[in-house]
């Protein structure tokens, strides 16, 4: 099959809803190319702290006083691709192997891009398939607190650190949907873009209607092997808690809206 016919399959996140597992899934199965790490192409061009994360990547290279890591090396290598949409294109093209009609990568930040980034990836590819996981707003807001908390040393109170982080565009933006799914739709046609949920994602019917969707042959997952577990949630105070709540309110109208019966069960729905 020549590259131009071959699918591009992009995960677009949300962060701390099963995208690393989803990749662990794709990395079992020898009919898709996907990267091995984040490529962050498409937000060092329209995301929010883009020159931020660059800074750190290429300082992080630096401090290395031992061989640089295969996924490092990767990492130096989508950097340097810089805002050049050939050469991430024929980035795939060297990689993929002749093979394989499928290939891609997930990259949890690019529910952040917009509309203007999601037009880039549409011009870019001829077939597209998009993916976008959600998990319940408070859930993923908390997971992604408490992520970053325990990659530094914080002398504030789990509950001080929740309510400054409420603050934070970068924290908050990615659990409000509406915005991801309304950029997404003003792009893509509904059957390139699959939406899926953390609370039903590590079972045998949502890897059936992944594969159907992708067009791929089904392939079983192992559901027992869990990537990056965000471990137990701290206990919030009950203003705390709804005050998290009370900043996702829309977000939940607009999924019970949108979804329907298709909501896991567990999302807090109700104020």
Known sequence: ?????????????????????????????DDIYLSRTEMHFFDAKHGLDSPRRTERLLEKASRRKKAIGQNLNLKLEHLKLGSDCTSYK?????????????????????????????????????????????????????????????????????????????????????????????????????????YLFYETLFTPQTIHNLCAFAGMEVVDAKFDEVVNSGGPRDRMPEEVDRQVRAAFDETYKFCAHRFGDSLPRQWRLSG
């Open 90 to 194: 024929d980035f795939f093209r060297r990689q993929v192997p002749e093979h394989v009609n499928f290939f891609g990568e997930i990259t949890p930040s690019y529910s952040l891009i917009g509309e203007a980034g999601y037009r880039e990836v549409r011009e870019i590819f001829r077939n597209v398939r998009i993916i976008f996981i959600m998990r319940d707003p408070v859930e993923r807001f908390y997971s992604h607190v408490r992520m970053n908390r325990s990659r530094r040393i914080s002398a504030q109170s789990p509950q001080d650190d929740v309510l400054r982080r409420l603050e934070c565009d970068s924290y908050v933006d990615r659990s409000r949907y509406q915005v991801t799914i309304s950029n997404l739709e003003n792009v893509f046609s509904r059957n390139e873009l699959l």
């Open 1 to 29: 099959m020549d590259f131009e016919d071959k699918t591009f399959v992009l995960g677009v996140g949300a962060q701390k809803a099963g995208t690393s597992w989803l990749r662990s899934y794709f990395f079992s199965r």
